[in-house]
């Protein structure tokens, strides 16, 4: 379980200022310290809702959320993203998806529904298909797909970040 960088932390308050978050989305918990950055981020009125699908790495990453005073705004939602995304509502400001890539694709129909324009949506693990520590790993067909369809979507614009393989993407 590889959380992100810390170098990577003050992207979420650029993001969270930007979109004047108030409720973000991460797929892909781990032990929770992105999505403890992200609710730092967005200060004592953004909730997040993070999704694991292991449950050792939820449990761990609630225990942090309570030691740290977090747990009344970070919600963990147990399941992998393909089952638990169809089932959550309403509008997020930003989204992050950190977990499973080859599950990307499906996702697309539910980050139209679930976000807003001017929303933002960071996408994580694309090195399998770009190279790096990734290249070996399965799954570059469905990376293609998925940033094949993002960015020709009317609804969204995408950057992919060199070196770091990251896609940004804005709902517009
Ligand atoms: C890279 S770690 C997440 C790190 C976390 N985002 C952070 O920066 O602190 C990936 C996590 O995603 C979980 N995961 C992988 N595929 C998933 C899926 N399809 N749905 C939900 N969780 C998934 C793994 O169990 C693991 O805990």
Redesign the pocket.
Known sequence: ????DPLQAPLWTVLASLTHARRML??????????AVMASAGGPDCHVD?????PH?AELAEQAFLQRGLSRRIRVLR????S?LPKLKGRYDVV?L???WR?YPSYIPHLRRLTRPGSIIVT??LNPLFGGWGSSLPGRQAIRSYLTRLVRDPQFRTYVVPGEWHSISVRV
Not at 1 to 4: D, G, L, T, V, W
Not at 26 to 35: D, I, K, L, P, R
Not at 79 to 82: H, I, L, V
């Open positions: 379980m590889f959380p992100s991460e797929v892909g918990c781990g032990h929770g310290y992105t999505a993070t999704i694991e699908g292991d790495h399941g992998r993203g393909q638990v992050f950190d977990g499973d599950e994580a693990n």
